[in-house]
């Protein structure tokens, strides 16, 4: 049974400290996506990877944010220096895409619980 | 702007009975809408896509309908059951550079009673 995974599930730091979030997209899919959900904001996009290129990233602050794809199997979502504005669930999809570049059936992971003090 | 609405109060309904959850969006001319199911703790599950060529779109008790001229889209549930209880989000796509990217509604809140 494939499956999206992320770790940790549950993150608390401190303010100021470096965080790293990991995924596993499901294999032979070519689309990664991330998102933080809130409960004032809802589910955003925060970035978008196809065939491990970036193709959006209009929705994340780029100055204390950064994703990347070091290789099919992993995603990484990295906040340097974290604040408590940055408390919020972090979810990892995945998809694929095909010649319409319209994104079809996301298979989101478990989730990371981020809590920054 | 571009908008998503759906409707922030929760949905409470009797067991048996069918529920329906709107979408409604301003400013987007989607290829196609989907709908997902998220439990608490969870991340959301996808249930159906309908592209905008299609009117309705059927998958066991979900029933969904797209109106392009209304921009609008219903999702049913019937036959509902306390399983069926949890939060409905609808995405579209807007286009980027060339590209579809998905965009989700807040979602609405199913509460099934038995």
């Known amino acids: 049974d494939a499956r999206v995974t992320q770790t940790p599930r549950d993150k608390v730091t401190e303010m100021g400290q470096e965080v790293t979030m990991r995924c596993q997209p499901i294999l032979g899919h070519n689309t990664v996506f991330w998102y933080r959900q809130t409960m004032m904001q809802g589910l955003e996009l925060l970035a978008y990877f196809r065939n491990r290129a970036p193709l959006d990233d209009s929705g994340m602050p780029k100055d204390r944010f950064s994703a990347e794809m070091p290789d099919a199997t992993l995603a990484t979502l990295k906040i340097q220096p974290s604040e408590p504005r940055d408390s919020a669930v972090y979810f990892c999809?995945?998809?694929?895409?095909?010649?319409?570049?319209?994104?079809?059936?996301?298979?989101f992971g478990p989730g990371t619980r981020l809590t920054v003090l | 702007s571009q908008k998503i609405e759906q409707n922030s109060e929760a949905l409470n309904i009797q067991e048996g009975k069918t529920a329906t959850l709107t979408c409604n969006y301003t400013?987007?001319?989607?290829?196609?809408l989907q709908w997902y199911r998220q439990d608490p703790g969870r991340g959301p599950v996808f249930l159906l896509l309908i592209r905008e060529n299609e009117k309705e779109k059927r998958k066991e008790r979900l029933k969904v309908t797209f109106d392009t001229t209304l921009k609008q889209s219903l999702f049913h549930i019937t036959a509902s059951q306390p399983a069926d209880s949890a939060t409905y989000l609808c995405a579209l796509d807007r286009t980027s550079g060339g590209s579809y990217i998905p965009t989700f509604g807040r979602g609405t809140s199913l509460i099934v009673h038995p």
């Open positions: 999809a995945s998809g694929l895409v095909g010649g319409g570049r319209a994104v079809g059936e996301q298979f």
């Open positions: 400013n987007y001319s989607p290829a196609y």
